[in-house]
């Protein structure tokens, strides 16, 4: 049985009822869950945007569904809270492994995500409590822009997300960020940026896991152009989109942004479903 959210009527028809109560809070219903009894049950939900509300969404239908099954495998193609995933001044939350814990503690036997910031390799694991399978769409994005270069240099733009590229020969940029502190929570800024890549003369694709700011991808940019490169494209699984991000890429001098459909944007070009297709 397979189910989709309302935040997911791209992707199939919704057979699940959300709506808010006019305080704000959710209001969920499955109305087959009585066919839902014993059978295996594939549950399609967007944790972003509105991510509180969406994951509170989570719980709850996870909860709902498990009155009748335990074989539930949830598809949350953009995992939210996954950045925070250490503590590094006293008393924080491990932000990232709490979320994957309430949700096995809810119901989810396997979740299906793509490119989850804390993983940074594709394939199963246990991450606290739950079993994640953590499908990469690098090879759906490296193909796509490979297509519109020529013999391009690949490239990430921080070690977290080398594993996006290794197997297509790409190397990793060197990324620091300034202090780690409160006030810089909202906008954490690259510090430090480098590579050694010769790229001169060579377009160049850059791959990450997510545009959040888009300080990362805009600074990579700036570095290859520095670097004499010719034509630069930038791809991402995630594309968050905050504020003018995607403005401050193009202006670094990319060529083109393209990212999937794990969060909706005028940039998605790839479509998340296909790597799905003989999986699930
Ligand atoms: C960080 O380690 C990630 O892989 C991304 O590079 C980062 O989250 C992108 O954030 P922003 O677009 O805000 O620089």
Redesign the pocket.
Same mark, same amino acid.
């Given at each position: 049985m397979i189910l989709f959210s309302p935040n997911c009527s791209d992707l199939g028809v919704p057979n699940i009822e959300i709506k808010k109560f006019p305080d704000g809070e959710n209001y969920l219903r499955v109305p087959s869950l009585k066919d839902a009894e014993g059978n295996q049950v594939t549950l399609f939900h967007r944790a972003y945007p509105s991510q509180d509300s969406s994951l509170i969404q989570l719980f709850l239908l996870l909860k709902t569904l498990k009155r009748a099954t335990d074989k539930i495998t949830a598809v949350i193609p953009y995992l939210p809270y996954a +950045?925070q995933d250490k503590m590094v001044l006293e008393g924080e939350s491990k932000s990232s492994e709490s979320i994957c814990n309430i949700i096995s503690e809810s119901g989810c036997k396997e979740l299906v995500t793509f490119d989850a910031?804390f993983l940074k390799m594709k394939g199963t694991y246990r991450y606290g409590n739950l079993k994640i399978r953590n499908l990469s769409l690098s090879d759906e994005l490296i193909s796509y822009l490979y297509s519109e270069c020529t013999n391009p240099v690949i490239i990430?733009? @921080?070690k977290? !997300?080398s594993y996006m590229v290794v197997e297509r020969g790409g190397l990793s940029m060197e990324?620091k +960020?300034k202090g780690y502190e409160q006030s810089e929570l909202a906008? +954490?800024k690259?510090s430090i940026m480098k590579t050694d890549a010769k790229m001169e003369d060579r377009d160049v694709i850059i791959i990450? @896991?997510?545009? !959040?700011?888009?300080?990362?991808? !805009?600074?990579a940019v700036d570095i290859c152009k520095k670097k004499g490169a010719r034509k630069i494209y930038c791809g991402?699984t995630h594309g #968050?989109f #905050?504020g003018d991000?995607a403005n401050k890429i193009l202006s670094a001098g990319a060529e083109e942004i393209v990212v999937s459909n794990t969060i909706l944007s005028p940039y998605s070009k790839i479509n998340f479903m296909d790597k799905l297709r003989g999986l699930i």
């Open positions: +950045r910031h990430s733009p @921080d977290g !997300a990324k +960020r906008e +954490r690259v990450d @896991d997510m545009i !959040a700011g888009g300080g990362t991808m !805009a600074r991402a #968050l #905050l991000s």
